[in-house]
Every structure is written in structure tokens, then in C-alpha cells.
């Protein structure tokens, strides 16, 4: 959450709300893990740590907030971090898949089915959020990312589709 919220304010100055339409417009929600009501609270920690000045101040302490000089030297170390470091995709799924030999035969082959169908639809979704952001003039690399999410969603779908026959065949779990 940190390296989004330094790096939207890179360009301008803009108050919490304006950090939140510039995430939805990237459609990080689809691809970051974004509680957007922690915009505010990100906000006020990283002008306590002296990462954002507030330029314009409003009721509640809430206000415009500017990058720094050390926001820009702390931003600029967490992208570096995120491209060269590659960690594990951390997924419930693959912890539910440890214990598919706990459920019946049927409760498996529903459960499969079930995420089958969520997975298609997902896949699906992902090819129009892309084609619209396409489409609004959004930049190559943002739909890089999203493209790089439908591969991703794809990916479990095509394991899905042959998991489903290995339980039908009795050879999983």
C-alpha cells in the first residue's frame, strides 16, 4: 500500500480521496490488496514518518498531501525492492488444496466445478476490464498488469479443468 500511495502522489499533491480515484482508475483493486479506507490512516502514518507534507490542511487534520524528498528516496526503494525480490503468492486456495483429501469425492468435484465457473468468469471479466481501459486510453504498462492478472486467473483454470478430470478418474486426491 505504501509504494501506491507514494508513488500516485509522485506527480501531484492530492488529498485522500484523490489517491483513492487514481487506485480505482489503475484498477488496483483487481490486482493489490487495497483496503481503501486505509488511505487515510497510510496517508497521516507516512507525513508522521516524513514521507508527505500537508499542503493544504482541512477539518480533522485531513488535507492535500505532497510527496517529500524522502517520500520520493522511499519510493523509490520499494519499487526496486518489488521488482528484484520474488516472493510466494500467498492464495487460501492452495491452503484448501492441502486438504482436499478431507472431502468426499463429491464435495471435491462440486467445490472444483464451483471455482471452474468463478475462474471463467473472472477470466472473462478481466478481458473486458482491459479492453475498457484500453479503450478510456489508459497506459500500456496498467494493462500489462491487468493482463498479467488474467494469465494468472487463467493459469488456475486450466489447472482446475484437469484436476476435475483426475478426481472424476480417481487419481487425485
Do not use: C
Request: charged content about 25%; glycine content about 8%.
Amino acid at each position: 500500500m505504501r509504494v501506491l500511495i507514494l508513488g500516485v502522489l509522485l506527480d501531484d499533491p492530492m488529498n485522500g480521496y484523490g489517491v483513492r480515484r487514481r487506485l480505482e482508475a489503475m484498477s488496483a483493486d483487481v490486482w493489490a490488496s487495497i483496503a481503501y479506507g486505509s488511505i487515510y490512516h497510510g496517508l497521516g502514518k507516512m507525513a508522521d514518518e516524513g514521507l508527505l507534507e500537508i499542503v493544504e490542511g482541512a477539518k480533522g487534520g485531513k488535507g492535500v498531501y505532497a510527496i517529500t524528498d524522502a517520500g520520493r528516496q522511499e519510493f523509490h526503494r520499494l519499487l526496486l525492492k518489488a521488482w528484484h525480490e520474488v516472493k510466494p503468492i500467498i492464495d487460501p486456495f492452495q491452503v484448501a488444496m492441502t486438504f482436499m483429501d478431507k472431502l468426499k469425492k463429491q464435495e471435491l468435484l462440486d467445490a472444483l466445478y464451483g471455482r471452474m465457473t468463478q475462474l471463467k468468469m473472472s477470466v472473462e471479466t478481466m478481458g473486458h476490464i482491459v479492453d475498457l481501459k484500453h479503450h478510456h486510453g489508459a497506459p500500456d504498462h496498467i494493462r500489462e498488469n491487468l493482463l498479467l492478472t488474467r494469465a494468472m486467473l487463467q493459469a488456475q483454470l486450466d489447472w482446475v479443468e484437469k484436476a476435475v478430470a483426475r478426481v472424476e478418474a480417481d487419481e487425485l486426491p
